[in-house]
């Protein structure tokens, strides 16, 4: 097979394969140049902390939520009007007493 001039043995145009490689090229530059420029301006001190409030608030929130569970099922087997009775009942006693 000839060589054609511009390409190599197997035919690949030489001209395309500089103009992908500087393309590429210049994605690597842009995509450091953004990377630079994102951690000029993030404090990672701050995000730490702020990272560090967001689990603390989220655990607080399900021992919430476990609370208010074990709320409610205590709520679904008390009998309302039942305590209430009682708790008149002990007061009225008191009061005799």
Not at 71 to 92: L, M, P, Y
């Amino acid at each position: 097979m000839a060589k054609k001039p511009g390409q190599t043995q197997s035919g690949t145009s030489i001209q395309h394969v500089k103009q992908q490689n500087q393309q590429a090229s210049a994605g690597q530059a842009g995509q450091q140049q953004y990377g630079a420029e994102f951690a000029s301006e993030t404090d990672a001190q701050q995000v730490k902390a702020r990272n560090a409030k967001a689990a603390q608030n989220k655990q607080q929130a399900s021992a919430g939520q476990a609370q208010q569970q074990y709320g409610a099922e205590f709520a679904s087997e008390t009998d309302a009007q039942e305590v209430k009775a009682r708790n008149a009942k002990s007061a009225q006693n008191k009061q005799q007493q």
